[in-house]
């Protein structure tokens, strides 16, 4: 049934607030059918990971245009990366060379790839891409709230309060980070959890007490502060259930050493096989303001912009094999 037939139909017996995918209605009482409609909206074995590379990512030499070859060596003459080692994955389009592990899942079928996104009349900040971005404005618009942050809102109104509950044991949404990212921003306050590293998740698993003690004084680094210790009651009030999900399940594959994003993505990997019903999930990297020293001179495929690439792409491939090792990845490529 479209929506707008079921708001139709609907109408007859409008008295109680109820949003239902975005679109608010009003159901007088309580039905199987409408009970049937939340729950499929509100429960899904699907999970959302999102992967936010900081900064402003060099696109033209993650994804190299092959059909623009000429154009491409013409405009960039010391930081080209040689045809010869660049990974085709079609006959258009080539990864960078660090990026081989990627390059793999792509030929397997398992990633896809969207190119030329971008918002007209550019300013060419970074601050205004990413603001876009995390919250899904018009080039024109600035808002501050994100656009999953609006979405959790609707699934699940007066968040913070009354949260965790016996409907919503678990956080909505879990960022391995100090503050929240904007996207998860919602109308009134955070849509979910920020672990302020992979410590952080450990303390909780084992048990670790909080340290945080002492009064917060009332001025702008004390707002501060006060916001840091609010995200910090809130890991503890859900940390019992983050510990079951994290006891429930270990890591199987093998993660690349040294690797910031891979110790991240582990941990998500651990709690989605645990059982945690989180269903968004938000990782970053950081250090994508490559301006300085992106390649070695001696080798363009090589450098901080590389560093980063292979970070990425040994991290995700990681990812994937752990949870095809864990069994949750069926239904992936439906």
């Known amino acids: 049934m479209k929506r707008r037939d079921f708001l139709r139909v609907a109408t007859p017996v409008i008295t109680l607030p109820l949003v239902l995918g975005g679109f608010p209605i009003r159901a007088f009482g309580r039905s199987r059918a409408l009970d049937a409609l939340w729950q499929a909206l509100s429960s899904t074995d699907r999970v959302l990971v999102l992967i936010q590379l900081d900064g402003g990512n060099d696109g033209i030499n993650t994804l190299i245009s092959l059909d623009q070859l000429t ?3 013409q405009v960039r003459p010391q930081i080209a990366l040689p045809e010869l080692k660049l990974l085709r994955i079609s006959d258009e389009v080539a ?19 969207v190119q030329g996104v971008a918002y007209p009349n550019t300013n060419l900040s970074h ?54 990212a904007l996207a998860l921003q919602g109308p009134l306050a955070s849509m ?6 992979p410590q952080t998740f450990y303390d909780i698993i084992n048990g670790t007490p909080s340290n945080a003690t002492g009064s917060i004084p009332d001025t702008r680094p004390g707002h501060e502060l006060a ?13 019992s259930s983050i510990k079951t999900a994290a006891d429930r399940a270990q890591n199987k594959a093998e993660y690349p050493s040294n690797n910031s994003l891979g110790n991240q993505l582990k941990i998500v990997a651990r709690l989605i096989a645990g059982g945690l019903k989180t269903r968004v999930y938000l990782v970053s990297i950081r250090g994508f303001d490559t301006h300085a020293a992106q390649v070695d001179p001696t080798d ?35």
Do not use: C
């Not at 501050?144 to 919503?168: C, K």
């Open 192 to 197: 979910g959890l920020a672990l302020q590293d």
């Open 300 to 334: 363009t495929t090589q450098g901080t912009h590389a560093t980063l690439l292979r970070t990425l792409s040994d991290a995700v491939a990681a990812f994937f094999d752990d949870l095809r090792q864990l069994g949750t990845l069926i239904g992936l490529l439906r």
């Open 227 to 239: 916001y840091l210790r609010q995200v910090e009651l809130k890991s503890q009030q859900y940390s």
């Open 95 to 113: 990864f960078h060379p660090a990026m081989g592990a990627l390059q793999r899942m792509y030929n397997d079928g398992m990633i896809g790839i």
């Open 127 to 180: 601050f205004r891409s990413t603001d876009i971005w995390m919250t899904a404005s018009d080039a024109n618009q600035y808002l501050t709230t994100g656009w999953m942050g609006r979405y959790l809102d609707t699934l699940y109104p007066n968040y913070p309060n009354g949260y965790p509950n016996d409907n919503a044991p678990d956080p909505l949404a879990l960022q391995i980070g100090a503050v929240l």
């Open 71 to 73: 154009t491409y060596y």
